[in-house]
């Protein structure tokens, strides 16, 4: 029965263990994921790499608006062959 005990509180030390060491391990995993994609983002537009940027929906109407007029002058207008 003693050989069993210590045989358990031996396994509860591995697992703890590992335990330490996995976790930190995840962590720094994380850390770098998040860091990796905080990266500049270029988006390939007409052939032409262009840098992503962050701005406001009201930025953005005008330029939305005239690529929906656009859009669907293209699709209404155009006959497909």
Same mark, same amino acid.
Do not use: W
């Given at each position: 029965?003693?050989?069993?005990? =210590?045989? &358990?509180?031996? /396994?509860? =030390?591995? !697992?703890?263990?590992? /335990?330490? !060491?996995?976790? *930190? ?9 998040? +860091? +990796?994609? &905080?990266?500049?983002? +270029? $988006? ?8 992503? /940027? $962050?701005?406001?929906?009201? %930025?953005?109407? *005008? $330029? %939305? ?14 006959? *497909?062959?």
């Amino acid at each position: 029965m003693i050989r069993q005990l =210590k045989n &358990l509180d031996m /396994t509860f =030390k591995h !697992v703890r263990l590992f /335990t330490a !060491v996995l976790i *930190p391990a995840c962590m720094m995993f994380a850390g770098f994921c998040i +860091y +990796y994609c &905080l990266k500049k983002v +270029y $988006v390939l537009a007409n052939g032409k790499a262009i840098l992503a /940027t $962050v701005s406001s929906h009201r %930025e953005n109407i *005008p $330029v %939305e608006a005239s690529d929906h007029i656009r859009a669907f002058h293209e699709s209404f207008f155009i006959c *497909p062959q």
